[in-house]
T-cell receptor, first 111, second 114 residues
Framework: DVKVTQSSRYLVKRTGEKVFLECVQD?????MFWYRQDPGLGLRLIYF???????EKGDIPEGYSVSREKKERFSLILESASTNQTSMYLC??????????FGDGTRLSIL | QQQVKQSPQSLIVQKGGISIINCAYENTAFDYFPWYQQFPGKGPALLIA?????SEKKEGRFTISFNKSAKQFSLHIMDSQPGDSATYFC?????????????FGTGTKLQVIP
């Protein structure tokens, strides 16, 4: 069974802080994704990576960056957190044409 | 730009009834249409999926109906149970080079009442 693990279930940070969200998958998947989930807006793609050190912008990349130094790990970085980045963040992974597998999410609050 | 439109936003169904969720898409490059089910506190999990060359797919009580010419697809949950209460997302996938990009609908919160 594929396991996608997000390091924190809940996180509270202050405006202006640099925030790191970590995601690890155990299936040697090449593709990894970061989404944010907001009520009424569904899941929106922030960034994705199709290989180590490779990254592509999704639909809402502003205010975020990512890092993929190892195949199993994909990090989302909020350079200077703002209150409008309060959300549920979901990480997913897949092997090209296979369905995406999701972690259980990190609920991030920016005060 | 919402490429996958999902309705309704919420749905209340009595136990034993049929739950129907509808989605419409615009991009003809989509090649795969999954439905995800999400319980509170959990990430979305793949429920059932269909390819555009098939008009219907059934797995147990869950059926996807697909209308390629209308660019619409729907999820039917037969004999709905309280355990089906969850948020459902339709999605559409496009492949490009060595990666996939999935566009999700806005979600339907289903409540099945006893």
């Amino acid at each position: 069974d594929v396991k996608v693990t997000q390091s924190s279930r809940y996180l509270v940070k202050r405006t202006g802080e640099k925030v790191f969200l970590e995601c690890v998958q155990d299936m040697d998947h090449e593709n990894m994704f970061w989404y944010r989930q907001d009520p009424g807006l569904g899941l929106r793609l922030i960034y994705f990576s199709y290989d180590v050190k490779m990254k592509e912008k999704g639909d809402i990349p502003e205010g975020y960056s990512v890092s993929r130094e190892k195949k199993e790990r994909f990090s989302l970085i909020l350079e200077s957190a703002s209150t409008n980045q309060t959300s549920m963040y979901l990480c997913a992974s897949t092997q090209y044409v296979q369905p995406q597998h999701f972690g259980d999410g990190t609920r991030l609050s920016i005060l | 730009q919402q490429q996958v439109k999902q309705s309704p936003q919420s749905l209340i169904v009595q136990k034993g009834g049929i739950s129907i969720i509808n989605c419409a898409y615009e991009n003809t490059a989509f090649d795969y249409f999954p439905w995800y089910q999400q319980f509170p506190g959990k990430g979305p999990a793949l429920l059932i999926a269909i390819r555009p060359d098939v008009s219907e797919k059934k797995e147990g009580r869950f059926t996807i109906s697909f209308n390629k010419s209308a660019k619409q697809f729907s999820l039917h949950i037969m004999d709905s149970q309280p355990g089906d209460s969850a948020t459902y997302f339709c999605a559409a996938r496009a492949l490009s080079g060595g990666y996939q990009k999935v566009t999700f609908g806005t979600g339907t919160k289903l409540q099945v009442i006893p």
